[in-house]
């Protein structure tokens, strides 16, 4: 069974930094692109980044460009966000998502992140 966990999400204030990291277990986590997601309260999900398999190519979303950086640890099967600057419109749910761009495989639970001061 695939399965995705998220984890370092919490309450931080703006300008703030979070790294999120997502376990991968059940699947072969070098073979998939892997993203993250986040949905802000009331709004829609809205894609954050992606990397490639072997983790030498991302893209990011234009709301993120420059804060956040996405990575990936194969040998731990451990994906991750740093996010820098951060700031209160940041403040979402962030889901670990398998798959290239919108044809996304599994899905974590998510893990939520607070930016207010």
């Known amino acids: 069974e695939e399965q995705l966990v998220e984890s370092g999400g919490g309450l931080v204030q703006p300008g703030g930094s979070l790294r999120l990291s997502c376990e991968a277990s059940g699947f072969v986590f070098t073979s998939h692109y892997m993203n993250w997601v986040r949905q802000a309260p009331g709004k829609g999900l809205e894609w954050v980044s992606d990397?490639?398999?072997?983790?030498?190519?991302?893209t990011y979303a234009d709301s993120v460009m420059g804060r956040f950086t996405i990575s990936r640890d194969n040998a731990k099967k451990l994906l991750y966000l740093q996010m820098n600057s951060l700031k209160r419109e940041d403040t979402a749910v962030y889901y670990c998502?398998?798959?290239?761009?919108?044809?996304?495989?599994?899905w974590g639970q998510g893990t939520q992140v607070t930016v207010s001061s």
């Open positions: 998502v398998s798959g290239v761009r919108y044809l996304f495989g599994s």
């Open positions: 990397i490639n398999t072997a983790g030498g190519i991302s």
